[in-house]
Structures are given as structure tokens and as C-alpha cells.
Nanobody, 126 residues
């Protein structure tokens, strides 16, 4: 199981940008970003197959967030633009997809990933 280390969180004003990074200790077939706001369930934001199988975005991220992966560094990035107060949450990196799917009934499944980072706080101030 890979170990994950996130960085790049912080406080930004509305309409600002942040880039999160997550370095994996080794190869993983898939990496993703989830977030969890206080009192809410963990929700999936973006996912990428490291072998070039494509990307997926939650509706809340489409058009504003971009996920990218650097194979030479085993690192995934989440570029977040036009941030909103509702984007405030702890953002978690996930890796090692255990099955063929991570979405069921329109909901992203945190249990589909074996490895998790410690989380990084993103706060969007108005």
C-alpha cells in the first residue's frame, strides 16, 4: 500500500486559486481527491488513472478544477480556480483503486480506495 503526502492547502479569497499536490511513495493505478466539510460526508472531487485511462470530475468541480498526474514523480495535482466559500473543506488524496468502479448511484465511494493522505485544509474567505 502506498503512502500519500499532501501539500498546498491554505486560505484564499473568493475567486482565487490554489494548487494541491499529493506525492505517492510508489506506483498506484489511480489517484483521486476527496473533500470533507464539517458535518458533511466525504465527497469525491476528481479522479485520474495514472496509466492514461482518463479523468473524472464531480459536478461541483467541472470547469473550475483540473486534476493532473506526473508519472515521473508519482504525484497528483489538483488545480482549483474560481474558488467559492462552499469549497472550504479538508481535502484528502486517495490512491490504489481496489475494484473496477468508484462511483455507485451517482456517489463516489471512499471505500473504493485503499490509501489515504492525512488531509489538507482549504479555506475560502469571502
Amino acid at each position: 500500500q502506498v503512502r500519500l503526502r499532501e501539500s498546498g492547502g491554505g486560505t484564499v479569497q473568493v475567486e482565487g486559486s490554489l494548487r494541491l499536490s499529493c506525492a505517492a511513495s510508489g506506483y498506484t493505478n489511480s489517484m483521486a481527491w476527496f473533500r470533507q466539510a464539517p458535518g458533511k460526508e466525504r465527497e469525491g472531487i476528481a479522479q485520474i488513472y495514472t496509466g492514461g485511462g482518463g479523468e473524472h470530475y464531480a459536478d461541483s468541480a467541472k470547469g473550475r478544477f483540473t486534476i493532473a498526474h506526473d508519472n515521473t514523480k508519482n504525484t497528483v495535482y489538483l488545480q482549483m480556480n474560481r474558488l467559492r466559500p462552499e469549497d472550504t473543506a479538508v481535502y484528502y488524496c486517495a490512491a490504489d483503486l481496489v475494484g473496477p468502479s468508484f462511483i455507485a448511484g451517482g456517489r463516489w465511494l471512499p471505500t473504493a480506495f485503499r490509501a489515504w493522505g492525512q488531509g489538507t485544509q482549504v479555506t475560502v474567505s469571502s
